[in-house]
Structure formats: structure tokens, C-alpha cells
């Protein structure tokens, strides 16, 4: 329907007036007045680039583009700095320097002062006044005695010893924590010759205790000034999700408590059973004073939960002069089954062979682990060394008694890490690989004697477990239940607020800043 109508206008109108036009245009045409304006005016300077591409026309449009285009980026302004004469800002040197030469009160600043060169119309003055009083701040370094650091400050030789006298019938000289400001105030002496009287000392004698020793009435007195210490421990649990580390460390646990909680937990199961579901559960012992500091101390539980249940509790207990880990039934941390002396396989085991060097049939009375020159030997199990040293074919020996009735030797050493007498716990490098003794290369040859006999190592585990029982359970069931009572975060709650003391400023001139600023606290 569309074409029909279409071509019937075609053929209809539009033909006839085709015919008309050409009719009356052709006349005109055969006129050449075309004049250089008219050719100008009909040239058509922006022909438009999305027509006839390509043709000679399109062609001449995209040069004139181009040249506009380039003469438009010729022509374009530069937006560099425009330089003036500005006189740079004085150093900090500059200005110490002139403020040094202001005329000013000292107590506006004019502090620092030059030295000059002494003239002839320079008198010696007789004798200068003395300050009344000394205030000095002095520190404890690591490694210090608190006596030594009096006597540093100028405190007398008897006085010194008297305040320490004093200050360890109170607490132990050894709690003082290495960094410690004393603050000490010396008084006015009666002659050049002695030492100034001490009229205070103030110091952070202990976490949770500062102390205070004033001269009141000629008398040195003692003051205690507790601190309040909050020992809530910090309680930390979050979700496992992918990385149980990076879960921890997000959660606010510090990096060496999550190491020990690891180390915990992939003594109880493998690390990689964990689901994303489970959830950790850290406690660590935690201490903040009032006056805002905090301590970290050691891992005090770690556990796992899944589904709501704990699927692992494990508690720290010192039992007896040791601490060990502990499941949430009183079962201690299981010490045995390692455990290989070498990282690396057994390439001979333990039996009749034909000796590699003798060449005939003996008795293999151990197992030949291999092992690179130097690679570390571990003991098996905690035990005394017995025996560290060159033993004929062995070569450098060692032999570690277990108790039990159970030893354990280890031979063609290059470099021992023990010697004999020391006690080595499970794990600790005894020694190191060599090839000393009656060997073709290197490699640790490994023995267990049972009662004195060489054994077959593989046939014996070593499995000790400590049970608490009695009195030590009910202790201990106690304590875990006292430390999961603690909700997480119990620790992070503000204690109330504390008075801090702002810092006293050195310079006069800050002083009176401050002062008139109103934001000294303690003016
Ligand atoms: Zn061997």
C-alpha cells in the first residue's frame, strides 16, 4: 500500500515538475557570469565528513580541519606561572637568629640570646647567685640503677641510698619499667661544696602504683599513690571466614596472640579442617591502669565453636613449675608421637643390610634419614643430653636420655648445638647434618634404645599426657569457667574518665601562649 502510493506521486508530480525545472534552468546555465564571488560563495568550506567519504570533496573538508585544527593548537595561549619578585621565608636558623636580636622582655620570647665576645670594659662579678631550686626530669635507662639515676641528677651519695632504701621497702627496684621519668626537685644548699638537698622525687614505681617521696620538715616521707588497674582479660571471637588470621587480626587480636592460638589449635586439629563457619574464641590477659596505659600479656585461652558448641577449649595451667595447655576435661596437651629428628624420608630402615662401606651383611641397628649438609636435627622427645661427642663409626654423636628407660641417639654429625649435661626440650636442634664417622655422604643415622638396647624406633611412641585430677581440677574447671564468663569486648568498655596532665612547656613564650589561649589545664 505505502509503495503504491509512493510511486503513483512519482510518476504523477513529481515527474512533471522535473520536466518544468530543467526546462527553465537550462536557459540560465549556458550564462557563464559565474564571477570569482559567486565561485567563493558557492564553494562549500565545511562540507559535512559524514557525506560521500572518500570523494575529493570529503577529501578537501578534512584538510580544512586539519589546518584549523592545528592552527587553533598553534595559537593556544600558555598557562605557565607568572614570576614576581616575593622574598623567600626565612629557616628556621634565620629566624632563631633574629629573634635572638630582639629587644624584648625575656618573658616575650627574646630567650635564646647571642654570646659576645667578652670586652675590656668586662668585670668579672665576684660570685653569682645560685638557683634556689633545681627541677629536672631524669630517665631510667635500661640496665640502670634507680640509685645511680638520683646520683646522675645530683642527689647526694647518702640521700641516694636512703631513697632507695625506701622506695624497695615498698615495691622491687626490678618492677621499675626501663623508660621511667623521675621527676626530681632538688632544694637551695648551704655551700658550693656539697650536694643539694633532695625536696622531691615522683616516679611510676609499678604499673598500678606511683610513688612519691617529699621533704616534709626536714624529713624525707614515703607517699604510695595507687593507680587503678582494671584486669578484665580481653575477650575476642569473631567468625573464622577465610583466613582465621586475618579474621583475628581484624577482630582487634594482636598479632603474637593469634601465633600462640594457632600454634594451640593445630596441636589439637588441623588447621585446614576449620570451616569458614566456625568461630574462634580468644582470651588474653589484658591490664589497663586509669591513667590510660594497657598491657598485653600472654594467651590465656583458645577455643573453637561450631555450631553453637565448643568444639575445642584448650586453657593455659601451670601445674607444678611448668605451664602446659589443657583441654576443657583436665587432658594435658599430648607430648609424643614425633616426631622425626630431620625434615626429610628414611632412606634405610631398621635390620640386617649389607653395609654400604664394609660391604658385608650387618645388623642396621637405626633408621638413615636423608638430609642436606648443615639441614638441623631436632630431639624427639624433652631429655638430658648424655652423651656429645666422637663415637667411633657414629662419628659426632649424640645421645639424649628420656626417662622411661628410653634414649635416643644421633649420629655422623657435622656440628653439635648441645653438649653433654643439657636438658633439650622436644624440637629444640641438637645438632646438624653431616657425613662425620663411617658414611658414604650426608645423612642423620637415628637410634632409640629401649633399656639400653637398640629398638626398632618406628615400634615405639612416645605418649605422655598429663591428667588433672582432685583439687587441681575443681581449680581448674573453675578458672575456665570464670574466664569464659567474660563477655567479649568486656575489656574495651571505658573505665571512668582519668585527669590527664598536660605538658608543662619548656619556652616562656609557649607558656604565655598557652596561657593566654586558656588552654592550660593546669592554669
Ligand atoms: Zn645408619
Redesign the pocket.
Known amino acids: 500500500m505505502f509503495e503504491g502510493r509512493d510511486m503513483g506521486f512519482a510518476t504523477a508530480g513529481s515527474g512533471g515538475s522535473v520536466v518544468l525545472a530543467d526546462a527553465m534552468v537550462a536557459p540560465m546555465r549556458s550564462v557563464p557570469e559565474h564571477n570569482w564571488r559567486d565561485r567563493l560563495a558557492e564553494l562549500d568550506l565545511v562540507p559535512d565528513l559524514g557525506e560521500d567519504i572518500g570523494s575529493l570533496r570529503w577529501f578537501r573538508g578534512l584538510a580544512t580541519l586539519t589546518a584549523l585544527s592545528v592552527a587553533a593548537i598553534a595559537l593556544l595561549p600558555d598557562f605557565g606561572p607568572v614570576y614576581g619578585a616575593q622574598p623567600p621565608l626565612p629557616t628556621e636558623a634565620e629566624f632563631e637568629e633574629a629573634r635572638a636580636q630582639m629587644i624584648m622582655p625575656i618573658a616575650y620570647g627574646s630567650d635564646s640570646g647571642k654570646r659576645m665576645a667578652a670586652t675590656d670594659a668586662v668585670v668579672a662579678l665576684a660570685g653569682s647567685p645560685e638557683r634556689p631550686r633545681i627541677e629536672l626530669t631524669a630517665t631510667l635507662g635500661r640496665g640502670d640503677s634507680f640509685a645511680r639515676v638520683l646520683q646522675r641528677a645530683g642527689v647526694g651519695g647518702g640521700e641516694a641510698a636512703n631513697i632507695v632504701s625506701m622506695v624497695s621497702g615498698v615495691t622491687s627496684l626490678g618492677d621499675i619499667e626501663p623508660g621511667t621519668p623521675v621527676e626530681i626537685v632538688l632544694g637551695k644548699r648551704a655551700s658550693r661544696n656539697e650536694a643539694r638537698p633532695l625536696e622531691s622525687v615522683a616516679f611510676r614505681a609499678r604499673f598500678d602504683l606511683n610513688l612519691e617521696i617529699n621533704r616534709e620538715g626536714g624529713v624525707l616521707r614515703l607517699a604510695r599513690k595507687p593507680i587503678a588497674v582494671d584486669e578484665t582479660p580481653l575477650r575476642i571471637r569473631g567468625t573464622v571466614g577465610d583466613s582465621l588470621y586475618r579474621s583475628a587480626r581484624a577482630a582487634g587480636a594482636p598479632a603474637n596472640a593469634i601465633q600462640s592460638y594457632l600454634k594451640i589449635i593445630a596441636g589439637r586439629t588441623s588447621l585446614s579442617s576449620l570451616r569458614p563457619t566456625d568461630e574462634f574464641d580468644i582470651i588474653i590477659d589484658y591490664k589497663r591502669a586509669e591513667t590510660g596505659e594497657v598491657k598485653v600479656g600472654d594467651l590465656l585461652y583458645a577455643g573453637i565453636d561450631r555450631d553453637g558448641k565448643s568444639a575445642i577449649q584448650m586453657l593455659k595451667w601451670t601445674l607444678g613449675d611448668n605451664s602446659q595447655w589443657f583441654e576443657a576435661s583436665g587432658v594435658g596437651e599430648s607430648k609424643g608421637a614425633l616426631s622425626r629428628p630431620i625434615n626429610g624420608p628414611v632412606t634405610?630402615g631398621f635390620g640386617m643390610r649389607r653395609h654400604p662401606i664394609l660391604g658385608y651383611s650387618r645388623m642396621?641397628?637405626?633408621?638413615?634419614f636423608k638430609g642436606g649438609y648443615g639441614a638441623p636435627i631436632y630431639a624427639v622427645t624433652d631429655g638430658t643430653v648424655t652423651y656429645a661427642g666422637r663415637k667411633g663409626g657414629y662419628g659426632n654423636f649424640v645421645q639424649i636420655n628420656h626417662g622411661g628407660g628410653l634414649a635416643t641417639g644421633y649420629?655422623?654429625m657435622s656440628r653439635f648445638a648441645v653438649s653433654s649435661g643439657s636438658r633439650v626440650r622436644r624440637g629444640q636442634i641438637i645438632g646438624y647434618v653431616g657425613s662425620t664417622g663411617l658414611s658414604t655422604g650426608p645423612?642423620l643415622?637415628?637410634e632409640l634404645y629401649r633399656n639400653g638396647r637398640a629398638v626398632n624406633p618406628m615400634s615405639v611412641k612416645f605418649t605422655q599426657r598429663a591428667q588433672l585430677s582432685g583439687n587441681d581440677l575443681a581449680q581448674f574447671k573453675g578458672k575456665l569457667n570464670r574466664l569464659k564468663s567474660v563477655k567479649p569486648g568486656a575489656a574495651l568498655v571505658p573505665m571512668r574518665p582519668s585527669t590527664r596532665v598536660q605538658e608543662e612547656p619548656k619556652r616562656e613564650i609557649d607558656r604565655l601562649t598557652q596561657r593566654m589561649d586558656g588552654h592550660n589545664i593546669r592554669g
Open positions: 634405610s642396621h641397628a637405626g633408621l638413615d649420629g655422623h645423612h643415622h637415628y
